[in-house]
T-cell receptor
Framework: AQTVTQSQPEMSVQEAETVTLSCTYD???????LFWYKQPPSRQMILVIR??????QNATENRFSVNFQKAAKSFSLKISDSQLGDAAMYFC??????????FGKGMKLTVNP | DVKVTQSSRYLVKRTGEKVFLECVQD?????MFWYRQDPGLGLRLIYF???????EKGDIPEGYSVSREKKERFSLILESASTNQTSMYLC?????????????FGPGTRLTVL
């Protein structure tokens, strides 16, 4: 079975600084997708960014980018120019052939003004 | 925009009660999901449905059942609520099967069972 590990339960960053959230996963599949979801306090979970395993190029969405290391099974999220609105729970997730999302335990990001 | 709504944001029930959690999506999505979210455990899949009247067990189906009589509505049922079912319940929908299709989440229902 696939597993997703987010080893850091909490992190903090100063506004305007850069922070990297780590995620590792375990799978024997070769074709899969990886996702980062954001859950702001008392608000709905939304998709931040996704990465297709067969693409070597790292995905980027504005201030959010990933560092995808397929051989190491690592999928970290970098948030540049952190804003107060980035404060949230962040979940790393995996989707393989079952087409069901497998989530990590989540990480709480605090942004300090 | 896709909208996924859940019938209640907060719900308090007593042990042994039958509890219905409702989820409605307005974008004609085929797939719908129920997750349970607990601190330190992330999201765990309870049940999902690929289409109307179809359902499949997820990772933690024990103590739950589901119903999908209409495409837009997916109900989670706790036949006899227990205190260990106190949790946040999230519903999600997806246009259809396929890696690229994003899941859209509802706001969640925080259920407390006393």
């Amino acid at each position: 079975a696939q597993t997703v590990t987010q080893s850091q339960p909490e992190m903090s960053v100063q506004e305007a600084e850069t922070v990297t959230l780590s995620c590792t996963y375990d799978t024997s599949e070769s074709d899969y997708y990886l996702f980062w979801y954001k859950q702001p306090p008392s608000r709905q979970m939304i998709l931040v960014i996704r990465q297709e395993a067969y693409k070597q190029q790292n995905a980027t969405e504005n201030r959010f980018s990933v560092n995808f290391q397929k051989a190491a099974k690592s999928f970290s999220l970098k948030i540049s120019d952190s804003q107060l609105g980035d404060a949230a729970m962040y979940f790393c997730a995996y989707m393989g052939g079952s087409e069901k999302l497998v989530f990590g335990k989540g990480m709480k990001l605090t942004v300090n003004p | 925009d896709v909208k996924v709504t859940q019938s209640s944001r907060y719900l308090v029930k007593r042990t042994g009660e039958k509890v219905f959690l409702e989820c409605v999506q307005d974008m004609d999505h085929e797939n719908m999901f129920w997750y349970r979210q607990d601190p330190g455990l992330g999201l765990r899949l309870i049940y999902f449905s690929y289409d109307v009247k179809m359902k499949e067990k997820g990772d933690i189906p024990e103590g739950y059942s589901v119903s999908r009589e209409k495409k837009e509505r997916f109900s989670l049922i706790l036949e006899s609520a227990s205190t260990n079912q106190t949790s946040m319940y999230l519903c999600a929908s997806r246009r259809t099967s396929g890696y690229y299709n994003e899941q859209f989440f509802g706001p969640g229902t925080r259920l407390t069972v006393l």
